[in-house]
């Protein structure tokens, strides 16, 4: 047939009635029209011979020949296919399903759907291959089987294709058809896969593989920071790329262009934020695209380190005088400085210690504090001039060099060219700073070796060395101007500033060497996206996170040990990637150039319709057009629904996958359809009216909103859904509640709202039948009313109460403190407060229902709620450390409230002034 097919092929031996239908319609002459003329009773009596009665027109008879044998047709599934011959070979379908393929997820499934589906087509068995491995063995079985499996399938956070070459071979490739689906960059897998014994290999690459960007490193600079990104198609032109650094609550805190030189690999996105914006940043990631390669993570590694200075109380008296007021002059915009004496520095072990020399000491905790991973910046003085101790890189001269003294110069020195092994290589020297005195290093090799800068005659001024796993920074001059200007020149900002990631090197060494399991907090996905770790996730040792990869047992994304968080990032070597090596022999095709086109819903469309006009016809011909025409019309209406009933109903099972797809590939909320389209209409718009404020006050962004059928529609992509239950609401059939058990069991959220919260003055505590009915079969767990310090009252706003059209009444979630396997997360969310009403916007952004201002600014409130849902859904319970939270609130509530005239914040909210904390917070 070349490129038309059927889906339903014995549809066809229908044909076979025709010659029957034929015959009928031959002998069955048309009905003969009435005519009433009284003259004819005068022959009532007169015998005549028998006649053959007139047979039914040529015409009208191919005619309706042809709408029968046209409605067979459109029976059996006809199918315009523009594709090269088929084969009866079996199918092999290898699908790419690591994160690469993500960006082109949609053009990967519609592509393995048509492969299928021409497969069950031809009745021909059918493999469907992973490339990060198969759940179960992978064998050959109908394709329908497969087509189920294709509408759970997404891509994974990682890249693991150890076991492909094992399956490919299981399969015995000999005299079978391999079609392999790929994001069109190399995984370092798919050119291993042994295909060549295959009897027909074709490959699909998408257009869009030459716009992929992959994070390589990120370092901080002087204004901000820098990210630096790799292509792995370098002739590929790349424009209008940008670079989001967003915050620990996915608030956009700053954005870079990305430009790529022509024939270039690499290019750097440069970000200047002040350092307050700059240490909140938690990930980068690549504008409007939706991949785990696309995102850099950043830790605690990353943002402002703790700097210890060493001061007494004299150092107060008079600021400009004080050593210690220099240093924290140059580092305050850099580092958070914390003063104090010796004990109350290492209570919170600073990255970085500074000790000028009017607080010289040798205490042994401060030798322990270098020995394990520390960094002391010394600046010398007289006190150090008179006497070395231990905690100096180099060896030093008794004494001093000044101006007139026996090791003197007659002038001021000025410093030498930074040299190309200092941490200050690079930096501008002024001709203006100069030094007048300075403590001399005994010269040597060593002294030579540990020199990080010197003065235009070759002394050094600065000199460091290791001491155990710590180091040991000295300045030969005072931390003030008293032997030497350069305290007051930008230079010994930039120096300092320079010293400041050796700092935090040290830091994490020391800290690595505390031990223990790094365990999964927040994982990535393939699209990029957080989720909570599932059981199969280990922890990782200390000893191996530097060198562990991202995998099944060890996704990337965030691990903590105590109160320390590390990030495994999705490609440790990104220089990996590259565009995928086809071998020769094999068919390039590009996703989308196959298309089906399914003609079954014009063919019964045309083929009803003409018999409908037939029968219309035949009742004109045969005078009963008075009598008959509204029957007429009845039948006409008929027609037309039978024709819109069947139409539909071909094309419902397409329209059910393409929503799964939709999706798998874009947050969509969805509610779950009742009897009322009212209702339904009102949820749907208050879905979509809360997915535009997740939009305008949040990083979230919501596609759409879906009607969802538990016994039909895939349920696993959505966070939650929404259901209204009335009072005569139904329980579920049983194929909807073994689906609603497993999107509970899975993860996922049902949101009851009855709706009933203002009748409860009425009905008081009685059950609520509609909700009795509906859960009766479903697995609810034991509930208990919204404690104070749920994970939902902070999930994004600070809330105690979640009005909807209605303002009082409880909510309801799972008893459970910790949800074992759900991350925290209620499976079930009870209410009765009308949320999507409250939530509901017409076009013009005006609320459609009424609500019945219990509270003051209750809709805000409202939609606070919505958006609190919605985070407490996707993240789960990663704000349930916030232990403090609430004794912060308070105690900034109660000066809040004093300033306004209240003892306590209690009598404050009495006064409905409560919003106002809680948003200052």
């Known amino acids: 047939m070349g490129g038309f097919t059927f889906l339903a092929p014995l549809a066809l031996l229908g044909l076979l009635s025709l010659p029957v239908i034929w015959w009928i319609l031959r002998i069955a002459p048309p009905t003969p029209k009435p005519q009433s003329f009284p003259p004819l009773q005068l022959f009532s009596e007169i015998e005549t011979d028998e006649e053959t009665p007139a047979k039914t027109p040529l015409w009208l008879l191919l005619f309706r020949i042809a709408m029968v044998a046209l409605i067979t047709f459109s029976l059996a599934g006809p199918i315009l ?25 949609s053009e990967i499934l519609n592509e393995a759907e048509n492969q299928l589906k021409s ?18 063995p992978a064998k050959f079985a109908p394709a329908q089987e497969h087509l189920e499996h294709l509408k759970t399938l997404k891509p994974e956070g990682w890249i693991d294709n150890s076991t492909l070459t094992t399956t490919i071979n299981s399969l015995n490739l000999n005299g079978k058809d391999v079609v392999t689906l790929s994001s069109g960059l190399s995984s370092s897998a798919l050119s291993l896969a042994p295909l060549e014994e295959a009897a027909r290999q074709t490959i699909y690459t998408s257009v869009g593989a030459s716009n992929v960007a992959l994070p390589v490193k990120t370092q901080e600079t002087p204004n901000g920071f820098e990210t630096v990104w790799r292509r792995p198609i370098a002739n590929a032109s790349l424009t209008e790329l940008r670079v989001q650094a967003l915050g620990s609550d996915n608030s956009v805190l700053g954005r870079a262009d990305l430009q790529f030189a022509p024939g270039e690999k690499e290019a750097t996105a440069r970000f200047e934020l002040p350092s307050q914006l700059r240490n ?46 220099y240093a924290r002059t140059a580092l305050q915009p850099y580092a958070d400085i914390f003063d104090g004496d010796l004990d109350s520095l290492l209570s919170v072990n600073p990255a970085l210690i500074i000790m000028p020399d009017s607080q010289r000491t040798t205490d042994q905790k401060l030798i322990d504090y ?98 155990e796993d710590g180091l040991i920074v000295l300045f030969h001059v005072t931390a003030g101007p008293e032997w030497s200007n350069l305290a007051l020149s930008g230079l010994y900002v930039d120096m300092l500033r320079r010293i400041l990631p050796l700092a935090k090197t040290r830091s994490r060494q020391v800290e690595e060497n505390n031990g223990g399991e790094w365990v999964a907090i927040r994982v990535l996905n393939g699209f990029g996206q957080f989720d909570s770790p599932d059981a199969k996730v280990r922890t990782i040792a200390d000893e191996d996170f530097n060198d562990t990869h991202a995998s099944s047992k060890t996704p990337a994304g965030f691990y903590i040990q105590g109160t320390r968080q590390k990030a495994l990032q999705t490609l440790s070597n990104p220089s990996e990637i590259k565009a995928l090596e086809i071998p020769s022999g094999m068919t390039v095709k590009r996703y989308g150039g196959t298309k089906l086109q399914s003609l079954a819903g ?81 949820t749907e718009n208050g879905l979509e009216s809360l997915g535009k404020q997740l939009d305008v006050r949040t990083t979230i962004d919501v596609v759409g909103v879906h009607k969802v059928d538990p016994a039909i529609d895939e349920l696993s992509f959505y966070p939650f859904l929404y259901w209204v239950i009335s009072r005569d609401a139904q329980a579920p059939s049983e194929e909807a509640l073994t689906a609603l058990n497993a999107y509970m069991a899975s993860g996922g959220t049902i949101v009851f709202d009855t709706r009933d919260a203002a009748d409860r003055a009425v009905t008081g505590n009685s059950p609520h039948p509609g909700l009795t009915r509906v859960t009766g079969a479903l697995d609810i767990p034991r ?32 008893a459970a403190s910790n949800a074992a396997g759900r991350d925290g997360v209620s499976p079930v969310i009870i209410g009765g407060h009308d949320w999507a009403a409250a939530w509901a916007l017409d076009d013009e952004n005006r609320p459609i229902i009424d609500t019945d201002e219990s509270l003051p600014r209750q809709r805000e409130f409202a939609a606070r709620f919505g958006v609190n849902l919605a985070m407490y859904t996707l993240a789960g319970n990663y704000k349930a450390d916030q232990v403090h939270t609430a004794e912060l609130v308070e105690r900034l509530g109660n000066e809040r409230a004093r300033d306004a005239g209240f003892d306590t914040l209690d009598e404050a909210e009495e006064d409905t002034t409560r919003e106002e904390v809680t948003e200052d917070e």
């Open 81 to 105: 296919k523009r594709t090269a011959v088929e084969t009866e070979n079996p199918l092999v379908l290898l699908v790419d399903n690591s994160w690469l393929s993500a960006p082109f997820w």
């Open 119 to 136: 497969a069950r087509r031809r009745n021909i068995e059918a493999a469907l291959v992973l490339s990060n491995g198969n759940a179960a």
């Open 280 to 325: 909140r940043v938690v990930q980068l990631r690549l504008e409007k695209s939706n991949s785990a390669g696309s995102v850099y993570l950043l830790d605690d590694a990353w943002g402002r380190p703790l700097i210890g200075l060493l001061s007494g109380a004299g150092d107060t008296s008079s600021p400009l005088l004080s050593e210690p007021f």
């Open 370 to 467: 270098v020995e394990k991973g520390g960094v002391l910046v010394r600046f010398a003085g007289p006190k150090l001039a008179k006497r070395n101790d231990v905690l100096l890189p180099v060896e030093l001269r008794s004494g001093g060099r000044a101006i007139g003294g026996a090791l003197s110069w007659e002038t001021p020195q000025t410093l030498a060219p930074f040299e190309s092994n200092s941490p200050f290589f690079g930096l501008d020297i002024s001709e203006e700073i100069t030094v007048s005195r300075q403590v001399m290093a005994e010269p040597g090799i060593e002294t030579d070796t540990r020199s990080w800068a010197r003065l235009a005659d070759g002394s050094p001024i600065v000199t460091a060395s290791p001491k």
């Open 602 to 682: 014009l063919g019964l469309a045309i083929g009803l319709i003409g018999l409908a006009l037939d029968a219309l016809f035949a009742l004109i011909m045969s005078g009963r057009k008075p009598r008959l025409w509204p029957q007429a019309n009845r039948a006409i209406s008929l027609a037309i629904g039978i024709v819109c009933t069947i139409t539909f109903a071909v094309d419902s099972q397409a329209q059910n996958e393409n929503k799964a797809l939709e999706a798998a590939t874009g947050l969509h909320f969805a509610y779950i359809q009742t009897d009322n389209g009212r209702i339904d209409r009102l």
């Open 783 to 814: 509930l208990k009313t919204v404690p104070s310090d749920h994970v939902l009252t902070k999930a994004f706003y600070l809330l105690q109460s979640f009005p909807g059209r209605w303002a009082n009444g409880q909510v309801w979630v799972d």
